[in-house]
């Protein structure tokens, strides 16, 4: 897209993201409640169908992601954001109207395979966006993902509350309907698919673009920390809670505090996300993201130590902070690491990858705990976000497409 077109396509994706980030976010806190409140058809553990419930959509996303991508890159981008929009609208609605937890267990399933909207929109932005503004675009993006986290757990906190649970599924269905529409509306995509895409059938032109994409120089690097970033930002979600009653009077809300953190997690990523991505396209997406992933784990090390709530609230402030620049920087460096037209399969083998993460991060942080105690948990969560800003700086290449100034890596790009 020439000119600043680019600029309107952003701008709506953004309030897009936005939308579908609430939609999606209205339904997460009482989850484990809503299941525990419907029947086992087959009498299973109410325990497992919780467990079941967030993890059948992360393994299903993280296996249809990458096929998603590489459609998108043969048929067009916008496509597959409608597709996702749209979809995960009837999906998410079909929610309020299930008999038995294994019946929402299914849909959740089916959600994964549908869904995917982060990774659809990402891939759309960034094949409309000039490389050297491609830091500032996704930090945008990541204003509108957290900023939609951040609000979406309240929302549905008041509608579980005062509507009962299958009324925050409607509401869901419609915001991600509403996002669907405002995308076919106000998005036009001038589609081409690139000569870097490799032809053939569906099934070897997607094993040709993923090959294509993974043989980057950087690529898998990118990949890898961006499951060390979903690891780390994942793993304290079983334990917070608990940890969190041990630091509160026996008679404070621990619900309404826990939901307290995680909202100002994602406020302050959203707060910093833009200031972050701008900086990246100044000084190089690799060095902010060194800077992040050190100050996420030297935020993280402390709380292991902690005495008071307010202590644990305020150094999760600063890990939102650093969180701001570590996602979008990742994803930055992702598009500069690969060519223009290979944007769907990049974001889609980059959204199987964040599901795996966030697949594995809650087992991971819960057998931390059950091994070594709740704050073993966060001393794990800081070491691991060190080794990732240590990797970074020993390992990624420099993105010479992500801005005119140079970094403090003095290789040059191949």
């Keep these: 897209m020439e000119g600043a077109s680019w600029q309107r396509t952003l701008w709506i994706m953004f309030v897009a993201q936005l939308l579908s980030a609430v939609g999606f976010s209205v339904i997460f806190p009482f989850l484990p409640l809503y299941v525990q409140q419907l029947p086992s058809l087959w009498n299973v553990n109410a325990k497992l169908l919780a467990g079941l419930v967030f993890s059948a959509q992360a393994l299903t996303m993280m296996v249809a992601s990458p096929i998603w991508g590489g459609l998108a890159d043969r048929f067009g981008r916008k496509l597959m954001v409608e597709r996702s929009l749209f979809g995960g609208a009837v999906v998410l609605a079909a929610m309020a ?7 929402l267990v299914g849909l959740r399933a089916l959600q994964g395979l549908i869904t995917g909207t982060i990774s659809a929109a990402n891939a759309l932005v960034a094949a409309s966006t000039p490389r050297h503004r491609i830091g500032y675009a996704m930090g945008v993006m990541q204003l509108g993902l957290t900023g939609g986290i951040a609000v979406g757990p309240l929302l549905g906190g008041i509608l579980a509350d005062s509507l009962g649970y299958r009324a925050a599924f409607w509401v869901t269905g419609a915001l ?44 898998g690097m990118a990949y890898g920390l961006r499951f060390f970033a979903y690891l780390g930002r994942m793993m304290i979600v079983p334990i917070a809670p608990f940890f969190i009653q041990t630091l509160l009077e026996p008679d404070a809300s621990v619900n309404t ?36 992933a050190l100050m996420s784990g030297l935020a993280y090390l402390p709380q292991s130590l902690v005495q008071e709530a307010w202590q644990l609230l305020a150094l999760q402030a600063v890990f939102g902070l650093a969180l701001g620049g570590t996602l979008p920087s990742t ?10 037209g290979e944007e769907g399969s990049v974001y889609g083998l980059d959204s199987s990858v964040v599901s795996g993460s966030r697949a594995i991060a809650p087992l991971l942080g819960a057998a931390v705990a059950q091994g070594f105690g709740l704050r073993a948990t966060f001393t794990a969560t800081g070491i691991l976000f060190l080794v990732m800003g240590l990797l970074a700086l020993r390992v990624l290449p420099p993105s010479s497409r992500s801005g005119p100034s140079k970094t403090f890596f003095s290789r040059d790009v191949d």
């Design 257 to 292: 505090f826990t939901g307290l953190v995680f909202a100002v997690v994602a406020f302050m990523s959203a707060l910093s996300a833009v200031l972050w991505g701008k900086l990246g396209d100044r000084i190089g997406h690799e060095r902010v993201l060194v800077m992040c």
């Design 97 to 103: 109207f299930v008999r038995s937890a294994e019946e």
């Design 331 to 340: 994803s930055a460096l992702l598009a500069a690491y690969t060519a223009q």
């Design 176 to 219: 991600l309907a509403a996002a669907g529409v405002l995308v076919a509306v106000g998005v036009e995509e001038v589609f081409e698919p690139s000569l870097g895409v490799p032809r053939g059938g569906v099934s070897s032109g997607l094993w040709k673009s993923w090959r294509s994409v993974l043989q980057r120089r950087g690529v």
